[in-house]
């Protein structure tokens, strides 16, 4: 996949997990779940992004990413400025 422009895909590094009650109730998570506060992994980034790479572990801004699935995997493109921080 080539990302165009400034564009960075990126995915979450942990998949949401989901937690069963005795009782047999799916928890899919709480109201206070936040991707902001998550790591992501990057998959591919536009030419001329500079300081990102592919494989990189960066936390970002989630309020412009635009979320797809590819081959069954949920991916984020987002903007190279929404990248705050590469670990």
Known sequence: MRM???SVL???ESEEKENVTQ???ILTGTPDDD???KP???L???ENVLNVSAGDVVYLSWA???PITVEGKKLNIVPAENIKVVM
Do not use: F
């Open 64 to 66: 412009n990413s635009i």
């Open 23 to 25: 009782g047999g109730i």
């Open 10 to 12: 990126v995915m979450l």
């Open 40 to 42: 992501a992994t990057v």
């Open 35 to 37: 991707q902001s506060s």
């Open 44 to 46: 591919a980034v536009a």
């Open 4 to 6: 165009l422009n400034d």
